[in-house]
């Protein structure tokens, strides 16, 4: 089973800050996923990146994949409140499952 | 209109007793998953059903037992809980199985006393 590891673990910064968080795994991915998980609530997909070297925009989040599709970055711009939560990334494994990083845990201080 | 729900939100049980938690989808989805979330935070997935058929197991222990009685259900039973079931179980749904958007519910906080 390939293994994602997901970095930092926990990150605190404060409001108006940018900020990057990285998924790596030793092996390709075919495809991969990014969820935000907002307390009490289950994890919901942002964006799917496919193809290596893909950039992806959503409002302040930008999503890289990279060349060689080993990892993916997830940057913040002007991080906000609302921003707070758990990012998971995801990749399938034999076009059946997800698997799942450990993810980062992110906190956005007013 | 919730896409995908489930019953209860929180349970509270005594090791060793049995217990069922619920899942339901409004999406129309032939697949549906669960998943295992522990205290830090690694969501792990537990079995899929697709279309009523069992297609993953997960080496989780014969204690726990997914039933689909139609393709919008799918509840897990837990018998003889233990300490370490102890976690939050997300039931989540996809319009097939070939690796399409899964859509998750809010979770079923599960703690064993």
């Known amino acids: 089973t390939q293994l994602l590891e997901q970095s930092p673990q926990f990150l605190s910064i404060q409001e108006g800050e940018n900020l990057t968080v990285y998924c790596n795994s030793s092996s390709v991915f075919s495809s991969l996923q990014w969820y935000r998980q907002e307390p009490g609530e289950g994890p919901v997909l942002l964006v799917t990146?496919?193809?290596?070297?893909e950039v992806k925009k959503l409002k302040r989040l930008t999503f890289q994949f990279g060349d060689a599709r080993k990892d993916s970055s997830l940057h913040i711009t002007a991080a906000q409140p609302g921003d707070t939560g758990l990012y998971l990334c995801?990749?399938?494994?034999?076009?059946?499952?997800?698997?799942f990083g450990q993810g980062t845990r992110l906190t956005i201080n007013p | 209109d919730t896409a995908v729900s489930q019953t209860p939100k929180y349970l509270v049980t005594q090791m060793g007793n049995d217990k069922s938690i619920k899942c339901e989808q409004n999406?129309?989805?032939?697949?549906m998953y669960w998943y295992k979330q522990d205290s830090k935070k690694f969501l792990k997935i537990m079995f899929s059903y697709n279309n009523k058929e069992l297609i993953i197991n997960e080496t989780v222990p014969n204690r726990f037992s997914p039933k689909s009685p139609d393709k919008a259900h799918l509840n897990l039973h837990i018998n003889s809980l233990e300490l370490g079931d102890s976690a939050v179980y997300f039931c989540a749904s996809a319009r097939s199985w070939r690796g399409e958007t899964q859509y998750f519910g809010p979770g079923t906080r599960l703690l064993v006393l």
């Open positions: 999406l129309g989805h032939d697949t």
């Open positions: 995801a990749q399938t494994q034999g076009a059946q499952k997800l698997v």
């Open positions: 990146v496919v193809t290596g070297g």
